[in-house]
């Protein structure tokens, strides 16, 4: 599981992360507050977080944001 802390635009990370194609599949688990967690049901955790990251700040309006990820 990762978490994703970030305060703005969650409902884009979302969407952005559950249809992102690639090595790794995130399905949306809970937010709590700030947090937002997801499962990955395929490929490791830590390299998971890696690419949610990159593919956040890939998108225009992902450049801005201030966030951080960890595994857990």
């Known amino acids: 599981m990762i978490v994703i802390h ?3 635009m ?8 559950e249809n992102l194609d690639g090595d790794f599949t995130y399905k949306f688990s809970e937010k709590k507050g ?3 967690f997801f ?3 395929k490929g490791a955790p830590a ?13 225009p309006w992902g450049t801005a944001l201030y966030f951080n990820t960890e595994v857990i």
Do not use: G
């Not at 969650?10 to 992360?17: E, G, S, T, Y």
């Not at 998971?48 to 890939?58: D, G, Q, S």
């Open 39 to 41: 499962d990955v049901t």
């Open 10 to 17: 969650q409902d884009k990370v979302i969407a952005l992360l």
């Open 34 to 36: 700030i947090k937002l």
């Open 6 to 8: 970030m305060a703005a």
């Open 47 to 59: 390299q998971a977080a890696v690419v949610a990251k990159n593919a956040i700040k890939a998108e």
